[in-house]
Each structure stands twice: as C-alpha cells, then as structure tokens.
C-alpha cells in the first residue's frame, strides 16, 4: 500500500471547520483514500472514502486532489467530540492478501477548542 | 444493531498466565480482524478471518498467540504464556467484505485493554 504522510498535530475552534490534509504522492490507480478516526480510548471509526471524485456524507467530505497525490477531510463545523486522532489510508482493491490491508499510520491528532 | 462486542473490556494478569480475548462481530459480517495498539507500534493487524477461515496470520507476533474462530458469530485471541511486553489494547473489527474484495469499511469493537504483570 501507499504510505501517506500527515501533520501530528492540529488546533481548531468549535464551530469553525477543520481541515485535515493527507499527502499520498505514491498513490496508484486503484488505491482508494480512506479516512478513520480515533476518539481516546474507543475504537477507531469509519468516516468516508474515495477514489477520486470529492466525497461526502453526514460527518464529513473528502476532497481529492486531481492528480491523487493528495486530499483533505474537512469536518464542517467541529465540535469538542470531535476531537480524536485522524487517520488518513491508502488501500487497494481487490483481494485481501493482494494489498487491502487497513495500515494505520500516526495519524493526525485533532483538538477542537471552546 | 450492537456493533462488535469484545470481552473481557479489561484483563489484569500476571505473566505466564492464559489469557483469551472473545470477539462477536456484526451479524451477517463475514470478514473479521484482530488489532493491537501501543504506543511505541500504533495500531497493527495481526490476522484477518473470512467466512471463519485465517486468510492472513503473518502479524501474529509469535507462536505464543493463536485465534481461532469456530463459527461466523464468534473469535478468540489467546495467549500463552503472557509476557509484560504483551500489555497493549487489543482490537476486533468485522466487515461485510466477500469474495474477499476489501472495499467495505471495517467496523470496530471498543477493545481489550490488557495489563500483563
């Protein structure tokens, strides 16, 4: 799988949206952008994929740069519960053992303050 | 719909000693993952079942682990003997994954938070 880079760390205001970049330049044509979330000491979380298209649904929208290399999640009015660490992947198509893995890298740990 | 339910929530023990997490993945969910997390190696797979079969066990850390999932309603992760390095979060997730196409989203448990004295 590709391996994506993001920023440890982000502050954002309640209320105000947070934009989370990730970079995968080593993208390849069937590797989906997915994004997960961890709220301290739960489970991480689903929040949306892509492939290329810009996406969105009831929690967030994933934009996807033209080229691939890279996206954002934005959260379009943070709340205090949605501080968590964020986690943005690359993973394949097809069969499992073929590259579907779910390889969770450091992640990007969001606040949200009042 | 529960979600995944993991058991025990929190496990003490001391090492040497047996000790079996219990995982019951989503109904109708096919697919079914252990996870460890730590602070020093993040959150790693260790296997992957479909349809109750490991498809991939090479994140098992050594022969002192073993799972097993003996119906498509349930899993365990055993390990024997416990060693203090083992003291870690451990995480199950299920997904409706078939024909083993890893599209679908993995749904995880809350965890096992297990301390090995």
């Known amino acids: 799988d590709a391996k994506t880079t993001q920023p440890p760390s982000m502050d954002c205001a309640e209320g105000r949206a947070a934009n989370l970049p990730c970079n995968h330049s080593?993208?390849?044509?069937?590797?989906?952008v997915y994004w997960y979330r961890q709220i301290h000491s739960q489970g991480p979380q689903y929040i949306i994929h892509?492939?290329?298209n810009n996406e969105t649904n009831e929690m967030a929208s994933l934009i996807i740069t033209e080229d691939r290399k890279s996206s954002t999640l934005i959260l379009p009015h943070a709340t205090l519960r949605d501080t968590a660490v964020y986690y943005c992947?690359?993973?394949?198509?097809?069969?499992?053992?073929?590259?579907?893995?779910?390889?969770f890298g450091q992640g990007t740990e969001l606040s949200v303050k009042p | 719909d529960a979600g995944v339910i993991q058991s025990p929530r929190h496990e003490v023990t001391e090492m040497g000693q047996e000790v079996t997490l219990r995982c019951k993945p989503i109904s109708g969910h096919n697919s079914l993952f252990w996870y460890r997390q730590t602070m020093m190696r993040g959150l790693e797979l260790l296997i992957y079942?479909?349809?109750?079969?490991?498809?991939?066990d090479s994140g098992m850390p050594e022969d002192r682990f073993s799972a097993k999932m003996p119906n498509a309603s349930f899993s365990t992760l055993k390990i024997q003997p416990s060693e203090p390095r083992d003291s870690a979060v451990y995480f199950c997730?299920?997904?409706?994954?078939?024909?083993?196409?890893?599209?679908?989203?993995?749904?995880f448990g809350p965890g096992t938070r297990l301390t090995v004295l």
């Open positions: 992947i690359v993973r394949s198509l097809g069969i499992y053992n073929q590259g579907g893995k779910l390889i």
């Open positions: 892509g492939l290329k």
């Open positions: 080593t993208i390849s044509g069937n590797e989906y």
């Open positions: 997730a299920s997904s409706p994954t078939s024909m083993g196409r890893v599209t679908d989203t993995q749904y």
């Open positions: 079942f479909n349809n109750n079969v490991p498809i991939d």
